[in-house]
């Protein structure tokens, strides 16, 4: 039921309430101010009967109290001393019939003992109800009775009258209260609507109603509307701050609630288990695939917390931390560690590969210099050992000159210093520098540029270390009566430096991890040939550092070409 409707019943049931009070009053107090009226006037009227009665005896009482009775209207009784009635009006002439004494009456009674009595009762005489006056009389008791049911007549009449304007009253009171309670219940009903639209985020229409109490709580509804409006967008501000931080982490972070769905979820966690941002994500206990993930998440979600788990997930190693959050479910951060391992591993080999190449020339250079000391050989023997320790003196120098330049390139302690250089004339400088010791090895080496010269912006230093390392490796892998050829060509809006083999090749296993430091195709005849097993690497920081990159293509058995592309 609405307020309107619940009001407008109200307000009937009041009225209502009213007028039933109103009638059961009026009644009461109507029939007893016209019982005590027609008592006096019983009273008044019997005095007057009992003076007229003085000198009547036997049967002329009885044809007086007929007579009077009809003057006045009233039944008459006269009643002796003993209590016995000796003349009654609704008798008729003669003789009385034998009733009753009426001595224990309460008004007889009163009026034998000298006072006026009163009593109303049913007449067992005529069967109606009377209301009875005696008063003392020469005889002995006058008494006069009047029928009520006048009085019953005039109520009834009373009542219907009041019960008519009442009904009157009430179709009125109606009226007014349907439009009370609509003007009251109407702007209630607007400011309820005005607090959906504010929990449903629409825009609300605060109702005018002209009453100082809803207009004081629709004022105190704007109040916290805006107050609500305000802190909604700090909420929504910081929301967005924190989404945004986690976004932006390199750890991946995983949220879920009690029941294990997922709430929240970076973009580095999708990344991890390989989820592309649109993709759903399953609840967090069947996300993980390794059961050392998954026994992290069910200790979290009961509660507990796991800090540093290191486990192994589709080739990645994560370190998984864990909490559990105060209103259920739990918080996961995960950090990815394979490049950390993959750099202890090369750092591992490195150290390796480093101590392997300085051992083997200073082993050589111990030996020979231990023999020198402790059996002097023949002078041409002298000179091959000195020869010895030379040439692994110098394959030392070459390895710690390499190690420095590459640490200082990948350091950013060098950085290219990039200059107008001609590209032909680049590979013509690098051939010549070589020229000399291809001819000793029995290698043809050439140079080829297109017709056009090409110029292009880079470090001309870096280009010619460049040049030079690859056609060194390219030597050492070329056997006599091959050839090596150094090209520049335009390629993709830049300049292609390629040198070209006919050497031994490289098997195609091996192609991608060239560049690699210290990593070796064939290791036992690269040291041989004196080899550091850095040039390749230099090459590739070096032409990365111009923006470039570098590629190799090789067939084994017929020779192998090394790219380099200059933006």
Not at 47 to 61: E, F, I, Q, S
Not at 213 to 233: C, N, P, S
Not at 433 to 460: I, R
Not at 468 to 478: C, G, K, P, Q, V
Request: glycine share 8%.
């Amino acid at each position: 039921m609405t307020f309107s409707r619940r009001m407008a019943l109200a307000m009937v049931l009041v009225l209502l309430l009213a007028v039933a009070t109103l009638v059961i009053r009026a009644e009461g107090a109507l029939r007893s101010e016209m019982a005590d009226d027609i008592a006096a006037t019983l009273q008044r009227e019997a005095g007057v009967v009992a003076g007229g009665l003085t000198n009547t005896t036997g049967g002329d009482t009885q044809d007086a109290v007929r007579r009077m009775s009809l003057a006045l209207g009233h039944r008459i009784s006269v009643i002796n001393p003993s209590g016995v009635l000796v003349a009654d009006s609704d008798f008729p002439p003669g003789p009385l019939p034998q009733v009753e004494n009426h001595a224990s009456r309460p008004e007889v009674a009163a009026a034998l003992a000298g006072d006026t009595g009163r009593a109303r009762r049913s007449s067992a005489t005529v069967d109606r109800e009377f209301l009875y006056v005696a008063v003392p009389a020469p005889q002995g008791v006058v008494r006069l009775a009047e029928d009520l049911s006048r009085i019953e007549d005039v109520v009834s009449g009373t009542r219907r009258a009041t019960l008519g304007a009442a009904a009157l009253a009430l179709l009125v009171g109606l009226g007014v209260a349907v439009v009370l309670s609509r003007s009251v219940a109407r702007p209630l009903t607007m400011l309820s609507k005005s607090a959906n639209a504010i929990a449903s985020g629409m825009p609300p229409r605060f109702p005018r109603s002209g009453i100082t109490e809803i207009d004081t709580l629709v004022q105190a509804l704007r109040d916290m509307h805006r107050q609500l409006g305000e802190r909604f967008d700090e909420l929504k501000g910081e929301q967005a701050e924190s989404a945004a931080l986690v976004d932006s982490m390199v750890e991946g972070v995983i949220a879920s609630d009690a029941r294990g769905h997922i709430t929240t979820a970076n973009a580095a966690a999708r990344e991890m288990m390989g989820y592309a941002n649109g993709d759903a994500l399953p609840d967090v206990q069947t996300l993980f695939r390794a059961k050392a993930a998954r026994e992290v998440v069910d200790a979290a979600l009961e509660g507990a917390s796991e800090q540093s788990r290191t486990v192994e997930l589709d080739g990645r190693t994560l370190l998984l931390n864990a909490r559990a959050l105060p209103a259920g479910g739990a918080v996961m951060v995960l950090h990815d560690l394979t490049d950390v391992r993959r750099l202890e591993n090369v750092r591992r080999d490195f150290v390796a590969n480093v101590s392997h190449e300085l051992k083997t020339p200073l082993t050589s250079i111990s030996g020979y210099a231990e023999t020198l000391l402790t059996d002097p050989p023949d002078e041409a023997t002298v000179q091959r050992f000195l020869g010895t320790i030379l040439t692994n003196s110098r394959r030392m120098h070459r390895l710690v000159d390499d190690l420095l330049d590459l640490s200082r390139i990948e350091s950013g302690h060098w950085q290219p210093s990039p200059g107008s250089l001609s590209a032909g004339a680049a590979v013509r400088d690098a051939v010549g520098l070589h020229a000399d010791h291809a001819a000793e090895l029995g290698v043809e080496l050439k140079a080829e540029s297109s017709a056009t010269e090409l110029v292009f912006q880079a470090d001309a230093e870096a280009v010619r270390q460049v040049l030079s390392n690859l056609i060194d490796n390219a030597l050492r892998y070329t056997p006599a009566g091959g050839r090596i050829t150094v090209q520049a060509q335009e390629a993709d809006d830049g300049v292609l430096l390629s040198v070209a083999d006919t050497g031994t090749g490289i098997p195609q296993e091996h192609l991608p991890r060239i560049f690699e430091r210290f990593y070796r195709a064939d290791p036992s005849r690269s040291r041989d040939e004196g080899g550091t097993g850095l040039g390749l690497s230099i090459v590739r920081h070096l032409v990365e550092s111009h923006g470039g990159r570098v590629s190799a293509e090789s067939t084994l058995g017929h020779g192998t070409v090394i790219s380099c592309w200059f933006p």
